[in-house]
């Protein structure tokens, strides 16, 4: 009787066993970007390091600026599945971007860090640049007077 009761307790633990090691202890989540670039970025020294380094550290930029090949930019993001109520729908748990400015010599001069609560706070502004080929034809100014005066209140 004895031999039938540890037989059955050791079958329960190894079907827990097997069950549970299907079961994840970490949450699931996708990485878009550098790793870790928050603790890389707090091993770089402004006017020590340079170019080489932060490659070496980090790696090569995402994008660099527009109007200056000296400033490089890094982004981070990190993607997790929602709660049940969310119907596992991807979140944002983390967006870092790290922008790095340096001098002509190649030497780090400005290093500024931005998470997702920073980027909420920044403002843009609302205006618009018109360019020709947002324009409206003959045609399409045509028809929206015509439309105007179609529908105006008397």
């Known amino acids: 009787m004895h031999h039938k009761i540890v ?3 050791s079958i329960l ?6 069950f549970f090691i299907g079961c994840q202890l970490q949450e699931p989540y996708q990485n878009h970007g550098i ?3 928050e603790n890389r970025s707090n091993s770089l ?4 390091s340079n170019k080489n380094d932060v490659i070496k550290i980090i790696g090569h930029p995402h994008s660099k600026s527009i109007s200056d090949d000296n400033e490089w930019i890094f982004i981070e993001r990190t993607l997790t599945k929602g709660e049940f109520h ?3 729908r991807n979140i944002l748990k983390d967006s870092n971007i790290l922008v790095l400015k340096f001098d002509q010599y190649g030497i780090l001069k400005e290093k500024r860090f931005f998470t997702k609560d920073d980027i909420n706070k920044l403002a843009f502004s609302d ?3 018109s360019n020709e080929l947002s324009q409206k034809s003959f045609v399409q100014k045509f028809l929206t007077s015509l439309r105007d005066k179609m529908y105006k209140k008397k």
């Open 45 to 48: 020294k402004l006017d020590i």
């Open 35 to 37: 790793l870790f670039l």
């Open 13 to 18: 633990v190894l079907c827990f066993f097997i």
């Open 86 to 88: 969310k119907l596992g």
């Open 7 to 9: 037989f059955y307790k």
């Open 127 to 129: 205006m618009e640049t």
